[in-house]
Structure formats: C-alpha cells, structure tokens
C-alpha cells in the first residue's frame, strides 16, 4: 500500500509560479513511476505530466510542456511539479499517482494505482 501527500497548491497571479510536492509512504517508492493530474470543475481528470522510476524518462502534456518540471527525489520519496508561467486555465485541483507497473500507460489515469487526495491550484486573472 503507497500512500500520497500533495503539498504546494494555492493561490497565484497569472504569470506566477507554484512548486507542488507529492511525499509517498513505503520502502519501494523507488521503483514507481509517477505522474500528476488535474481536474478543473466540470472536467474530466486530465494528464499532466508523469516520470519513471529512475527519474530518466518525462512526459508532458502538451499544453504544459515548457511551462511545466517534473522531477523526483528517491531518497526523499517525493515528486515534484515546478510550474511557471501559469495560466487561469491551469487551475484545477492536482492529483499525484503511483504506477506499479513498468508498461502502464503513463498518459491515462487509469495506468496508476494509487493516488493522492489532491491539491488546488487557483491561478487568478
């Protein structure tokens, strides 16, 4: 069992930036990839972007990629989601995610097995 803390989340002007943290419980946190989401009211959860195991390999969402870093801290069990440039319609409340699997599709929610219970992010006009 892998639990997951978002951290970070607030409120920031367009054109700011926020650093969201994921801390995840257990011994083999190591050798998940991960991967954040979000989902804005009346939408459907979205990918943002994910990492594997080693930290060697990034995916974005196109409408974050250049704005958005994801990285990880094995040592520290956490993940990590610089995000610059923010736009008001990056706000959503985001979501980290376990995948146990080496071959789950990093792109779909449906790839990962655990998940964190979110943290908002609001980007104001």
């Known amino acids: 069992q892998v639990q997951l803390v978002e951290s970070g989340g607030g409120l920031v002007q367009a054109g700011g930036s926020l650093r969201l943290s994921c801390a995840a419980s257990g011994r083999t946190f190591s050798s998940y990839a991960m991967g954040w989401f979000r989902q804005a009211p009346g939408k459907e959860r979205e990918f943002v972007s994910a990492i594997s195991s080693s930290g060697g390999i990034t995916y974005y969402a196109d409408s974050v990629k250049g704005r958005f870093t994801i990285s990880r801290d094995n040592a520290k069990n956490t993940v990590y989601l610089q995000m610059n440039s923010l736009k008001p319609e990056d706000t959503a409340v985001y979501y980290c995610?376990?995948?146990?699997?080496?071959?789950?599709?990093?792109?779909?929610?449906?790839?990962?097995?655990?998940w964190g219970q979110g943290t908002q992010v609001t980007v104001s006009s």
């Open positions: 995610a376990a995948a146990t699997s080496r071959y789950s599709n990093r792109y779909r929610a449906a790839g990962y097995d655990y």
